[in-house]
């Protein structure tokens, strides 16, 4: 178990309890079980109390959070015959980019989603989920796929960003940002897309950009993450917390503003908590968008998604 | 003498004297730092005549030297919710608003207006790198919508100039949003069959290159313009290398594919012109000296013109100067 900042005081605790039991474990005749419920007690409420009114800096370092269940964790549990399809035919495949053939529910679909690996190794392979050209260039075919053989696409979106390199600028990151926005917005089948950790500015629009957009409890969607803002507009990345106030990114807040169509419920004290909790529930807020969706014709779906996006800008913020 | 210097030139030195710079006023080229006098850098459309570098040229200046005789009508663009987010940094954002529409004598970050060019109607949008970095902010996406809906309406071309830091982050996630807001607008402009041209002046960054400023048609760049997604400096920090010599600039994306063409400012009117008359399948465009033109006698001609008198000396109906 991962503690972030916040939750030292609550790591201490449950460690404590912890201790003590294994304690009574090598000590035959020794009674602690008393002890350990009143800590286990102390740390549920101390759990409850942190969680109760996170500040968005806080949710996004749950946000960012390493054991959050990944794309990968989703792709297995809510789907069968999952078959990934690699590559963008011009240069690579992007592993920090997932996506291929599946079953959602028996119906056939496909799902794309940015990948940020679980361990040291994965991380590196996945580039921690910050994508390059071909990763976009890749999420396009897909799309294509989809549209052609009509079948509803699902994104799970979860990447710091695109990933700022030399290789990737001169393979033109821009353009294949542009071109994957610019399909999630023609394709004539549903789109589906959940922000399941951090969505960072147009590495996530890229394939945001949809029909219904959810949004775990503690994810995040921004236009630049809190340091970058707080590096450039109070000339100090220190001023995270700030920034991240002042950016509005938390889902609740997106709710408010009309960005993020639906929030899931994430278990008390945070996805990593309890991963198939968290699985279950986006497969369920899946199932009810798509439903929602239902079945238009395909120039209803391109016009309905168009038209959303042009009417957004209408609802605004108190101070 | 061409065409420009004879008709154009005056009305500029007019504006930009009246406007904002007494006669003996001098400007330092950001580039080689040779002192300008600052009427010959306007007659020069803000390009060193020393070192031939491209400065920043306000979207009026530009659309003065780019319409036929300086002649273009605004075209208005809905007024967006006034700082959505309450967003306050170390100033708060109406009052950077305050400050930007000052200094700049603008609403906002783009101008959009409609006219001729080369007797061509256009539609065109340019972003002004003065006001707030030329950040793509809900306004910036209303511009382009407006523009995209009169090009549609009037089934003309639209050419975008593009400038800005990136999305404006006062406005959070609503900036961002610009991304798939401006995209429909350009969808709106290809399934019309209409060209939409992007002209890529310094610097054009993030959410806006990787939005509407690459998916034009056509994609020119101005001359050493810096074009990317992240910039020089994140990138640096994050693979901790120099990067090469012109990297991201108009000519090494060139190199690399990511552009048609790089053009010189004093040739982009022209060669704007000639694309859109292409591409609008009219015939040849007349370059040179142009007499003012004259009422049109008689509807357009079916046949083929005479090579050496193209059909558009004459100037269509409904052509005014
Ligand atoms: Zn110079």
Redesign the interface.
């Known amino acids: 178990m991962n503690y972030l900042d916040f939750e030292k005081p609550l790591a201490e605790i449950e460690g404590k309890a912890e201790e003590l039991r294994a304690m009574a474990r090598r000590e035959e005749g020794m009674d602690v079980e008393d002890q350990a419920k009143a800590l286990d007690k102390k740390a549920a409420d101390m759990l409850r109390d942190l969680y109760k009114d996170l500040t968005p800096w806080r949710k996004c370092q749950i946000a960012r959070h390493p054991d959050r269940p990944h794309c990968r964790d989703y792709i297995e549990r809510l789907f069968t015959e999952y078959t990934p399809l690699a590559g963008d035919r011009n240069f690579a495949d992007d592993q920090s980019i997932m996506g291929g053939l599946a079953r959602f529910n028996d119906k056939p679909v496909v799902v794309i989603g940015h990948e940020k690996g679980h361990d040291t190794k994965t991380r590196i392979e996945r580039n921690f989920g910050m994508a390059r050209p071909e990763g976009y260039r890749k999420a396009v075919r897909l799309m294509d796929l989809a549209d052609r053989f009509n079948l509803p696409v699902i994104s799970l979106v979860d990447t710091p960003g695109?990933y700022?390199?030399?290789g990737?600028?001169?393979?033109?990151?821009?353009?294949a940002?542009?071109?994957s926005?610019?399909k999630?917005?023609?394709i004539g089948v549903p789109l589906v897309a959940v922000i399941i950790g951090e969505g960072g500015?147009?590495g996530a629009?890229a394939f945001a950009?949809a029909d219904r957009l959810a949004m775990l409890e503690h994810s995040i969607?921004?236009?630049?993450s809190p340091e970058g803002?707080a590096s450039?507009?109070?000339k100090d990345a220190e001023k995270m917390r700030?920034?991240a106030e002042?950016?509005?990114?938390t889902a609740q807040d997106?709710n408010k503003?009309g960005?993020c169509d639906h929030i899931i419920k994430e278990p008390l004290g945070g996805a990593q908590r309890d991963k198939p909790a968290t699985i279950e529930a986006v497969g369920k807020a899946i199932e009810g968008l798509l439903a929602d969706i239902g079945t238009p014709s395909r120039e209803e779906i391109v016009a309905n998604r168009?038209r959303k996006?042009?009417d957004?800008?209408?609802?605004?913020?108190?101070? | 003498m061409n065409w420009i210097t004879n008709y154009v030139r005056p009305r500029i030195n007019s504006i930009f004297s009246r406007r904002e710079t007494p006669e003996n006023l001098w400007s330092k080229c950001t580039e080689c730092g040779t002192m300008l006098f600052h009427r010959e850098l306007s007659d020069n459309l803000n390009v060193c005549t020393n070192c031939g570098h491209h400065m920043a040229i306000t979207p009026r200046a530009r659309f003065t030297a780019l319409f036929d005789n300086g002649v273009f009508t605004e075209i208005k663009v809905p007024e967006?919710?006034a700082?959505?987010?309450?967003?306050?940094?170390?100033k708060r954002y109406p009052d950077r608003m305050k400050a930007a529409r000052a200094q700049t004598a603008e609403t906002e970050a783009m101008l959009v207006a409609e006219g001729e060019i080369g007797r061509t109607p256009i539609v065109a949008a340019a972003q002004d790198f003065s006001f707030m970095g030329g950040s793509m902010g809900?306004y910036v996406?209303n511009a382009i919508?407006a523009a995209a809906e009169r090009a549609v309406q009037a089934k003309r071309p639209l050419i975008l100039f593009s400038a800005a830091g990136g999305?404006r982050?006062q406005?959070?996630?609503?900036?961002?949003?610009q991304?798939?807001?401006t995209?429909?607008a350009?969808?709106m402009l290809k399934e019309a069959g209409l060209p939409y041209i992007v002209v890529l002046t310094h610097p054009t960054t993030?959410?806006v290159?990787?939005?509407?400023?690459?998916?034009g048609d056509v994609q020119i760049a101005e001359p050493n313009a810096l074009?990317?997604?992240?910039g020089p400096r994140?990138?640096e920090q994050?693979?901790r290398?120099t990067?090469p010599e012109g990297?991201?600039r108009s000519e090494y994306l060139l190199d690399?594919?990511?552009l048609d063409r790089v053009t010189h400012r004093s040739q982009m009117r022209d060669e704007l012109i000639s694309i859109v008359r292409m591409l609008m399948g009219e015939t040849p465009p007349v370059k040179g000296d142009l007499p003012a033109p004259e009422p049109a006698p008689e509807p357009e001609k079916l046949e083929a013109p005479a090579e050496d008198a193209p059909a558009d000396e004459t100037p269509k109906e409904g052509d005014s100067a």
């Open positions: 695109a700022p390199g030399k990737a600028e001169e393979r033109g990151q821009s353009e940002i542009a071109r926005t610019e999630c917005l023609q500015s147009g629009v950009t969607y921004s236009v630049i803002c450039i507009l109070w700030e920034a002042a950016l509005r990114l997106l503003l960005v168009r996006f042009l957004l800008g209408s609802k605004g913020l108190a101070a | 967006p919710l700082d959505p987010l309450k967003f306050r940094d170390q809900m996406g919508i999305a982050m406005e959070g996630i609503l900036s961002l949003m991304m798939p807001r995209t429909v350009v969808q993030g959410g290159t990787a939005s509407y400023a690459m998916l074009i990317c997604f992240a994140v990138i994050t693979i290398e990067l990297f991201q690399h594919g990511m």
